[in-house]
């Protein structure tokens, strides 16, 4: 099963940007469906974005569209999610997800990286 380790998360400004990665080991990436969900305080986890396998096809929470941009690297084994023009409603744990071809939901997660938008 493949371990995801998210990073990049932190500080930013309403309006400002912010770039997490999510590292993939134990299996390569390019054999996984990848996601990104997110979890605010009280709230529960909620979908972001996610990706294909060959990258072609990517989705988006209506709350993020145009503004994300979920990406992968296969080659270097990592998934990436820029933020731009963020929101503090924006404001939550991220998490990196993955779905193997066979699966019918993510079921690969890992610890989750914060980011915190001020206004």
């Known amino acids: 099963q493949v371990q995801l380790v998210e990073s990049g998360g932190g500080l930013a400004q309403a309006g400002g940007s912010l770039r997490l990665s999510c590292a993939a080991s134990?299996?390569?990436?390019?054999?996984?469906?990848m996601a990104w969900y997110r979890q605010a305080p009280g709230k529960e986890r909620e979908f972001v974005a996610a990706?294909?396998?060959?990258?072609?096809?990517?989705y988006y929470a209506d709350s993020v569209k145009g503004r994300f941009t979920i990406s992968r690297d296969n080659a270097k084994n990592t998934v990436s999610l820029q933020m731009n023009n963020m929101k503090p409603e924006d404001t939550a744990v991220y998490y990196c997800?993955?779905?193997?071809?066979?699966?019918?939901?993510?079921?690969?997660w890992g610890q989750g990286t914060q980011v915190t938008v001020s206004s």
């Open positions: 997800a993955a779905r193997g071809t066979t699966d019918s939901d993510f079921n690969s």
């Open positions: 990706i294909s396998l060959s990258g072609v096809n990517t």
């Open positions: 134990g299996s390569t990436v390019s054999n996984y469906h």
